[in-house]
């Protein structure tokens, strides 16, 4: 079966500094990997996939995310922390017909 | 239209009720989802359409829950006897074809459905 493990239930950042979002996958077979975002009241966005071509992943808005066979992770970073980035986040792992996601994480971003 | 609507968004109802919930996806988009996000928690899926065809049902979590999508397009989730513990925000997403390894799903904003 395919599952996500989210290692972080909140991350706080300064404004400006470095994200981490950690994300562990157990799949039995190549996976396909998701981030997705949730703002309060908004519907989920998907930020970047991972589908076996390219291990390093960018997305929209400065994320990015490196899938890594080896340690089964699927983290994903941003360079500098914007106040409009403060929302929850989702990683997720295919799983026909539908999708797994993890139980997110909680990103604060402190002025 | 442009992203995947829902609709009520928001429904209160009490113990032992029936409600619907519907969903309107991206145009052309023939693979439609439900999902349901308890409190705290991330989205699980319900069931999932290709075309008019529920092609699978395995995650509705009891025969209270039913879901139709007659002409292929909209669809509404049903619940009959609702309990207190269905309250929760069902989400409903859509793809172009249904293939969940490689497609991006959209989301619409949901529905946050309590249960008194």
């Known amino acids: 079966a395919q599952s996500v493990t989210q290692l972080d239930s909140h991350v706080s950042v300064s404004e400006g500094t470095p994200v981490l979002l950690r994300c562990n996958y157990s799949?039995?077979?190549?996976?396909?990997l998701f981030w997705y975002v949730q703002h309060p009241n908004k519907g989920l966005q998907l930020l970047l996939k991972y589908t076996s071509a390219a291990t390093l992943v960018k997305g929209i808005n400065g994320f990015e995310a490196e899938f890594k066979k080896s340690e089964t992770s699927f983290h994903l970073t941003k360079p500098s922390a914007h106040m409009s980035d403060a929302a929850e986040y989702f990683c997720?792992?295919?799983?026909?017909?539908?999708?797994?996601f993890g139980a997110g994480t909680r990103l604060t971003v402190k002025p | 239209g442009a992203g995947v609507s829902q609709t009520p968004s928001n429904k209160v109802t009490e113990k032992g009720k029936y409600v619907e919930l519907r969903c309107d996806p991206i145009?052309?988009?023939?693979?439609l989802y439900w999902y349901r996000q308890s409190l705290g928690q991330g989205p699980e899926f319900l069931i999932y359409?290709?075309?008019?065809?529920?092609?699978?049902d395995s995650g509705l979590p009891n025969d209270r829950f039913f879901a139709v999508r007659p002409e292929g397009s909209v669809s509404t989730l049903k619940i009959q006897r609702t309990e207190r513990g269905d309250s929760a925000v069902y989400l409903c997403a859509s793809s172009l074809t249904g293939r969940p390894t490689q497609e991006t799903q959209y989301f619409g904003p949901g529905t946050r459905l309590l249960v008194l």
């Open positions: 997720v792992v295919s799983d026909p017909p539908g999708m797994r």
């Open positions: 359409f290709q075309g008019t065809g529920a092609a699978d």
């Open positions: 145009s052309g988009h023939t693979a």
């Open positions: 799949s039995s077979y190549s996976p396909s």
